[in-house]
Structures are given as C-alpha cells and as structure tokens.
C-alpha cells in the first residue's frame, strides 16, 4: 500500500497544489480475486432510492420468452443496460466530501478497497405493465358459480396472488387494479374471471329483483355473495341507516348489456343495433353511443351505418402493432374514433395528439381532420 509521502510525491509530480485538494485522500487497490461480473449496478432515481433505504424491495419479473421489467410496490420499469466509457468502481464505505471532517489539518491517507468494477448499468424507466397475460390466465378456468351437487367443478389452473405476481409484469398494486378493472373475484383464496354468460345471468337476476320488489336503481340491496361482488362492480356502495345500499350505474349496465347483444354478431345494422339495445337494458336507463367507446366501432362510411365489437382489451399492446391493425380495419380514422384505442398506449406526460403524431399521418377528409397510416398497410 501506497504511504503518505508517496502519494505526495505523486502529487508534486502531477503539477498539483496540495491547498486545492481535500486533506482525506483515498488510497484505492482492488482485493482479491475481484472480477467485473460479480455485480451489477443499477441507477435508482430518488423515489427508488427512498424505496429501497425504507427496506421494500424491487422486484424483477418475466417469463423465459419476455424482456424482463423491475418492478416497486406500484411502479412498472424498463430495464435497459446503459454503457459508459468510465469505469465503474464498487468501493463499500467510500467517503464522499460532505461525509468527511471538517477540522482535519493535515494530509490523512484512507486505504479503501475495490469490491468490483464493471463498465455499464442497468437504465430504469418507468413503462406500462404488461397486463394482457392477466385475463389469459384467468380465462383458462372461469367461474361459472358454486358447483352444484354431483357435478365436478373445472379441473383447469387456478391462481393465488402470489402466482399471478409471478407470472405478470406489473407491480402489486397494478396488478390489484387490473384485477378490479376485469372483475375478478377472491374465490376460496384464488382469483378467478367470472364466466361471461354468468356474469350476464348475474345482472339479470338484479334487474329482476329490482323491477319484482320495485327498488330504485339507485338503492338496491344486498342478496348472496356474488350479486354482492356484482353490484361491486357495476354500482357504487354507499350506506343509509347503517344499512347497505348499492346504486347501479347505467354506464356500465348498458356497457355489458351491448357487449351481449355484440359479441356473437359480425356486424349489426346500426339503426336495429340502437333499438334492441334500448329494449333491453332495464326500464328507465338509457343507451348512448359514447357508453360503448373501446368496445364497439361505429361505421359510417358506405351503406347503411353498422356496428361492430372491437374491444381495446383484444388489440396487442405493442404500440406500432396496434396501429398497424387499427388501419387494417378502417384506412382513415377520426380523433374521436381512435383515440378510445390508444389512449392506453401513452406514456407519462404523453398525449394521445403526441402518440398520433408519432404513428399517423394526419389529413383533412371533408372539412374532417383524420388519421391513417404513415407506411402502406398490407390488407
């Protein structure tokens, strides 16, 4: 190890002033065996920083087939490895200037040693958690409802939290959410996607018993433990009297009354469509096409005007393949009718305008500003 004079001495053959220098000076050599592949650095921003000095964890996720994302409690990253022409010294108990005292006179010599050294790092950027597998999963045994007597419940893969966190890309607290969004019940400690035709037989056993007893849409009571996940997801709770009271929310009752009417048919003539969709949802809600954005796509273009199912959901959540499959369906689009499609893709602080500027090309149709492909679209 070097001594205080020669270092020095050093110090004289650099042509330096020892007034200008700090009086602790760091005697670094590296110890044994150190190699530039026994760490990885990673570089935290401060909310990351505050996460982990406050002993939470960070998680990285993905399957063998996935880019693999780092993950805090509520927060999706990207992990990119970042070169850097300096090297990078791991140095444990390294004293910075501000950490160092003030009172020292003269020249202090610290010996430090080099745990490791590599030349890049992980980059972290927050990004949108990859979701799309979430139903998937789920999907592959639905619940239809508690298995009656004599009958042998689905076999198929179920999942506790704990599994899906394994499986999804995405933070716990954007993975509950989602689990939320697609109404997903706790079902004897696995999550589980309700059948559709069940969720449909659901609502219509609330409306029945709503227009049997005569309640207000707005004040509907609680019966078995499913309809009380139901109203959870298409009404809002609130209490009167110390009692529990639920009031349905129209939006989302004609929103799956259209998806039942939609979903087994290619197209349906628009003007038709409107009709049974009013004749079916229950006495005194409305219906509005704006109740149906992301999940139909209205055309009036040629012939009559038609209606059709296309769920945001289904469309991929690569952003170049997304649009790439909205100008397969129609060549031009309006702002109001794409932007229902990809308004999800936007990053952070993004607009859907910056989003289309980047991916479409715009044009005036009519008077009308409208959006189609930047590159020709293979039909």
């Known amino acids: 190890m070097r001594t205080l004079e020669e270092v020095q001495a050093t110090v004289q053959i650099a042509k330096l002033q020892e007034e200008d220098l700090q009086k602790t000076i760091h005697c670094l050599s590296f110890g044994e065996n150190v ?8 570089e935290l921003d401060e909310t990351l920083c505050q996460h982990v000095e406050a002993g939470e964890s960070l998680v990285i996720r993905g399957d063998a087939d996935e880019r693999a994302v780092l993950c805090s409690g509520d927060t999706t ?35 430090t ?19 799309r597998k979430l139903k998937q999963l789920l999907m592959e045994n639905p619940y239809k409802g508690s298995t009656l007597r004599g009958q042998e419940e689905n076999t198929g893969t179920l999942y506790t939290m704990l599994d899906l966190l394994e499986r999804i890309q995405a933070s716990e607290e954007e993975l509950q959410a989602q689990l939320q969004t697609i109404h997903a019940c706790l079902v004897d400690g696995y999550w589980r ?16 018993l709503v227009d049997s007893e005569s309640w207000s849409f707005n004040k509907v009571s609680l019966a078995t433990e499913m309809i009380e996940h139901w109203l959870n997801c298409y009404g809002k709770r609130y209490t009167e009297n ?11 009752v004609c929103r799956a ?3 039942l009417l939609l979903q087994n048919a290619v197209k349906f003539n628009l003007r038709e469509f409107q009709e049974v969709w009013q004749q079916s949802v229950p006495e005194g809600m409305g219906t509005r096409l704006d109740q149906l954005k992301s999940l139909a796509l209205v055309d ?5 005007d038609t209606i059709c199912l296309l769920r945001v959901e289904d469309l991929s959540e690569d952003t170049l393949e997304r649009f790439n499959h909205l100008f397969t369906l129609r060549e031009k689009w309006t702002e109001a009718d794409i932007t229902p499609y990809v308004k999800d893709l936007c990053g952070e602080k993004q607009t859907t305008g910056a989003l289309l500027t980047k991916y479409a090309r715009s044009s ?16």
């Open 35 to 42: 190699l530039s592949a026994d760490y990885c650095l990673m």
């Open 113 to 131: 040693q080099i745990w490791g050294f590599c030349s890049s790092y992980w980059e972290l950027r927050k990004q949108r958690p990859q979701l």
């Open 257 to 259: 009354t259209a998806l």
């Open 300 to 304: 009036r273009g040629s012939g009559p």
């Open 193 to 208: 996607m309700l059948d559709f035709d069940y969720e449909m037989t659901l609502m219509g056993h609330v409306t029945q």
């Open 364 to 379: 005036m149709l009519n008077g009308v500003k409208v959006f189609n492909s930047r590159r020709p679209v293979a039909t």
């Open 242 to 252: 110390e009692l529990v009271f639920y009031a349905l929310d129209e939006d989302k």
């Open 77 to 111: 990253y990207n992990l990119k490895m970042a070169d850097t022409s300096n090297l990078l010294l791991f140095v444990p108990g390294c004293k910075i200037p501000d950490q160092l005292p003030e009172s020292q006179d003269s020249p202090h010599l610290l010996h």
